[in-house]
């Protein structure tokens, strides 16, 4: 599954010692990433065995490199738009694991104070511009905030991500030639996880990277990459956004990857063949990256200290969210519309 | 004053408003060198510039996503939808993605911006380049709506759809483009959520939308001259906000309400204002409100055949004297 530029990238560290092009402090961002969503993904579902994640969730464990890889190669002022399955990148760009927990929970101290959900993280300080839940509906939205870049002159860049499955909508290939005419700063991630909900992707699309294989359709670079590979990852996301930066418009980049649990919720996942997920595990996203870090010389004792740092993160922000308080209900009929209200009539 | 027609107070109202803004910004098929397929907005392109009055590819949900990601990102952006029946293509946006990010996101984020479309019957087009779907619109909260009768109001209304925070449906009426009307020199600027009362009369209230409008109001004259009924006109506008007290003044008023609706009559706009007016102020009415609207059937497209089931003149006037007993 691993492309070749993947392995290529990872004996080119090799040869590059400590002093590679990613460092050891970016080294430590993009772990420390990683685990923050693996320790807040797997808090969830434990939540949602306890009853206290109601409604619908769609985790991100084993993706965790994608979101991690992008985040730390974006700037502060560069945009994310993600799908339900976006607590990854949401936590990537630095939102509080509270406030996402407490979304997930329908507590007061959520993001959205309980009015979005799961599926629609959003916070606009951190360029967390929305999770959309209509599949293939935020990729013309993201070709949107690009236009105002382009037009204004900002230098930053939107970035999308989605699943494999969302190749097959008209949003997507709207989006895609649309950006390609227009010279857009997006950059189009595809996490191909292998799986629509419940089908493989392969039973239903023409080609075999769904997202790759139509690059050509608009004019762009075919480009496959290893997505539990965060630094494989990270240098993809460099290039893409310098490209864009530079006015050289859009790129389409599909990063293959593997998600370890169900769909959503409680999905068992049944319709896998026996033997793929434990054949994924042995490449999970951060086994890879402790021993990436081992490689470049980062020692046990650093790790060792970002893993526990996280986990009293996640701990603290579980019990602030259980203590937390349900939704005021004056928020119900707040911000339907710019003057706060909801007013429709006089 | 000046004459103008509805069609070139499109483009008057869209200049108006980029003159005065520079995030405001154009975008649509066909609606830059070549000016738009009903040639509403000729002379955007050469007077604005490529950068800001951009022809798009065949491809709505790109139109209305980018417009969306624009405005939430600082622009102010004007979305042209060739034809309305074409919001089925892309109603995602309309019904799930404009009204619904600043709710769920609680208050962080924006989107305002305007769509603007061909709405409306009377061209022979047929079923699906003919219908009036501004009910589609109304029933989603979030959304404001509004729909233009004259060239005045149609400059007016583009800029308060533009200066407006959220976003905005604009219905232009196909068969209104030619229609010509004195217009006032200088800026105008109207608001949204105000009904015009267009006559004022004592003996029934007849609300109307778009091409509906001077219908009714020929109508009224007809009925005044022919069977001495004086009928007051409303000029709806808005649909959303929903200029109520208007609406509930004239009937507390004339006693008696007809809406005038080119919609099929399912869900139709005049059945919520029915309903608000059987809710509130069912001890004014002298008799039951009576809504004339187009059957619920698909537009034909013949000529002939059109022309029977819009409401016309004669249909308007013969149901309020039937109903008035005139
Ligand atoms: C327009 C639309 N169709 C169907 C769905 C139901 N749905 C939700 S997630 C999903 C699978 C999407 O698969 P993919 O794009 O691969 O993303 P993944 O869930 O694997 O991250 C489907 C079909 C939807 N939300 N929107
Ligand atoms: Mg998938």
Known sequence: ?346 | MAELTYRDAVARGIAQEMARDPDVVFLGEDVAKAGGVFKATVGLYDQFGPLRVRDTPISEQAILGAAMGAAMTGLKPIAEIMFSDFFAVCFDYIANEFPKSRYMSNGQTKCPLVVRTGNGAGSRFGAQHSQSVENWCMMIPGLKVVAPSTPTDVIGLMAAAVRDPDPVIFFEHKSLYPMKGEVPDGEIVDALGTARTVRTGTDATILALALMVPRALEAAERLKVEHGVDCEVVDVRSLVPLDTQTILGSVGRTHRLFTVEENPRLCGWGAEIVSIVADEAFYDLDGPPVRITTPHIPLPAADILEDMVLPTVERIVERVQRSLGA
């Not at chain 1, 290939?173 to 089908?199: D, G, I, Q, R, S």
């Not at chain 1, 050289?248 to 999905?267: N, V």
């Not at chain 1, 119900?332 to 006089?346: E, I, K, P, Q, S």
């Open chain 1, 1 to 346: 599954m691993a492309s070749k530029a993947g392995h290529a990238a990872v004996s080119m560290d090799r040869r590059g010692g400590i002093n590679d092009d990613i460092g050891e402090e970016k080294r430590l961002e993009l772990y420390r990433l990683q685990v923050v969503i693996r320790e807040a993904e797997q808090r969830a579902f434990d939540l949602f065995l306890q009853n206290l994640v109601k409604g619908t969730s769609h985790l991100s464990l084993g993706q965790e490199a994608v979101a991690a890889g992008f985040a730390a190669a974006m700037q502060p002022k560069d945009l994310s738009f993600c799908t339900y399955r976006g607590h990854a990148h949401t936590l990537a760009r630095g939102v509080p694991v509270e406030a996402v927990l407490g979304e997930l929970m329908q507590r007061d101290n959520g993001l959205m104070r309980g009015k979005g959900g799961s599926m629609h993280l959003t916070s606009e300080p951190h360029g967390v511009m929305g999770s959309y839940a209509i599949i293939g509906a935020h990729l013309p939205i993201a070709c949107g905030a690009a236009w105002r870049a382009q037009y204004k002159g900002d230098k930053d860049v939107s970035v999308c991500f989605f699943g494999d499955g969302t190749t097959n909508i008209g949003a997507f290939h709207e989006a895609l030639n649309f950006a390609a005419v227009w010279k857009l700063p997006v950059v189009f991630v595809c996490e191909n996880n292998l799986y629509m909900e419940y089908t493989p992707i392969g039973d239903v699309t023409a080609v075999q990277h769904p997202a790759a294989d139509r690059a050509a359709s608009y004019g762009l670079e075919r480009i496959v990459i290893d997505g539990n590979d965060a630094d494989a990852v990270y240098r993809a996301a460099q290039t893409a956004f310098a490209k864009a930066r530079a006015g050289h418009g859009p790129s389409l980049i599909e990063c293959m990857t593997y998600r370890h649990s169900g769909h959503s919720r409680a999905d068992p996942a049944k319709y896998r063949p026996e033997g793929e997920l434990e054949k994924w595990k042995e490449r999970d996203p951060i086994k890879i990256y402790r021993e990436r870090l081992k490689q470049f010389g980062i020692g046990d004792d650093q790790v060792a200290k970002i893993d526990a740092d996280v986990r009293r993160i996640v701990d603290e922000a579980t019990e602030a969210c259980k203590a937390a308080p349900p939704p005021s209900t004056d928020i119900l009929f707040t911000d339907v519309y710019a003057d706060g209200g909801w007013a429709w009539r006089n």
